[in-house]
């Protein structure tokens, strides 16, 4: 079975860095590494992750520091580069993943030889009716979020690469050095240029925060402009469908949503990361009596 890094590029995290490790270290198969990419935070992310580390030992946890050059994509590849699993995980600092995700994705990549990136669905854990919103996700990621006649992009919040696919494409990823692009579409553009395979699996799910949703219009509206930016990079590569139609249609909704609920969350002390877990472990176990009996 082939094992799995995770990489998480952190700034500025304090808030849910600790939540986001936790699930990392609960999971049915035991990471090779857990990789926190540290990018010249000015908040408590160190101290908690360092603290984090002294309270778990045993996990396979290492603080790394990428000082040079303040970013996502520079940070992003110095984990990159210093993982030594066969595959590197990639996931934001503020995901929850599922109790089984380091298990699905080295089952994905073991059973199949050819597939060089993978994804799959994710659901808003600060957000109600989130099973919904999974289901919703995944028929978007599984028919419109393509690219070159139905080829898989991958999702920076959900993804892993192999590392000797890495190693190819590792040289020629775009620096965006103006911050305009979408570096996961990049990545996967640049998978789909070598002619690696990209998959897709509903099984590989993963909790994201909603609070994109909370910017600005016009913060929101240049996020989704990366999308057209992306691929005016790469104008060998096209799309058919546009996934950020969707995202415009929920934004008013969930802008004015997401303060709300984020209220009564607090009313109620309910931390949304530590219940989203709880309920994706429990939802496993009830699977494994299922099958035992």
Known sequence: MLNVSIIIPAWNEEERIADCLTNTIRQTVTPHEILVVDNRSTDNTCTIVEEFMAHHPEAPIRL???DEEQG???TRNYGLDAATGDILGRIDADCMLKPDWVEVVSGIFTEDGEAMGATGPVSYYDMPARKIALRG??????HS?????GQVLLFGSNMALRATAWKQIRGEVCRDKSDVMHEDVDVSLHLLGRGLKTVYSKRMVCGISARRMYTSPASFHAYMRRFRNTFETHPEHWRTHKSEHTLYIMYPWLHVLYPMYQKLLEVRDINPAERMWFNMQSELEEKDDLQDM
């Open 64 to 66: 790394l520091h990428q």
């Open 72 to 74: 996502l994509i520079p």
């Open 137 to 142: 996700d995944d028929h978007v990621r599984r």
């Open 145 to 149: 979020y393509r690219a070159d006649n």
